[in-house]
């Protein structure tokens, strides 16, 4: 069994449901393959939070902002993250080397190509998303919380 260190060597307390750190990034290739390692990454986090409820709405929007992220054709890596905000909040973002700002396309039709990711994660977080241009690309992030049916 683990222990966790005191100040007293004699006293020890088993390590039991530790929960991971608030706070989780990957650096990912530029490929499409890396959608899924992102969605790995974040289930996790929200399972290991005791946020499952969070679980769908949020690889939908790392899918998207990874898949945006793959678009932009740069190279090196970018880094997807996750962090607990509030007990029942978290923040997804995804960082990229393209300084080619995030548009949400508004009243697409039907059979347009493309311009629909942004308006689901527009959607899925009842617009608590955004972008912020960084000296070398951007940050995309969206913000996620557990609502309660008052709340929906």
């Known amino acids: 069994m683990l222990t966790r260190a005191t100040s ?15 706070h989780l990034r990957v650096h990912l290739p530029y490929e499409p393959q890396s959608a899924r ?7 996790s ?15 939908l929007i790392v899918s ?24 029942a909040g978290v923040r997804i973002s995804v960082r990229d080397g393209s300084r080619a700002m995030p548009v949400l396309v508004q ?11 942004l308006a689901l994660v527009n959607h899925l977080t009842r617009g608590r998303w955004g972008a912020e241009l960084l ?11 557990v609502t309660t049916k008052a709340q929906a």
């Open 8 to 22: 007293a060597p004699e006293a020890t307390a088993p390590l039991t449901a530790a929960l991971p750190a608030d």
């Open 37 to 43: 390692a992102a969605r790995q990454l974040i289930r």
């Open 45 to 59: 986090a929200l399972r290991g939070w005791g946020l499952p409820d969070l679980v769908e709405a949020a690889e």
């Open 64 to 87: 998207e902002l990874v898949g945006n992220a793959v678009k932009t054709g740069c190279r090196q890596h970018m880094t997807v993250a996750i962090h607990r905000t509030t007990e």
């Open 107 to 117: 009243d697409r039709c039907d059979d347009a190509e493309g311009g629909r990711g």
């Open 135 to 145: 000296p070398f690309g951007k940050v995309v992030h969206a913000d996620l919380r």
